[in-house]
């Protein structure tokens, strides 16, 4: 989609969708299937597991880990791991439903 940005060493899984305006910062892995909502930002050395949702103008910090299958709600700021099969929201993002 129009205005995303990829930068060096980033892997991205078959499937996965990239919408308007998202950056995908250094040494990046998403897997596969993963929707990335308009105006996520993802930082440097991020890995983000299969069937992930990042919601519009998330933000995920430098050195995070996504696991499977987690939704990341619209604005939240991820500073730390998220394990799978969970729902985060808010700033900071917490876990909301498992």
Do not use: D
């Not at 940005?5 to 308007?20: C, D, P, Q, R, W």
């Not at 996504?66 to 998220?82: E, F, L, P």
Request: hydrophobic share 40%; glycine share 14%.
């Amino acid at each position: 989609m129009h205005g995303v940005f990829i930068s060096a060493e980033t892997k991205i899984g078959k499937g996965t969708l990239l919408n308007h305006g998202v950056k995908i910062h250094h040494n990046t892995q998403i897997g596969s299937f993963c929707e990335i909502q308009p105006g996520a930002v993802i930082t440097g050395n991020c890995t983000v597991g299969n069937n992930v949702t990042i919601g519009s103008g998330a933000i995920l910090i430098p050195n995070i880990t996504i696991a499977n299958n987690v939704t990341i709600g619209a604005g939240a700021v991820v500073i730390k791991n998220v394990p799978e099969n969970v729902t985060i929201v808010g700033v900071p993002a917490k876990i909301v439903s498992s």
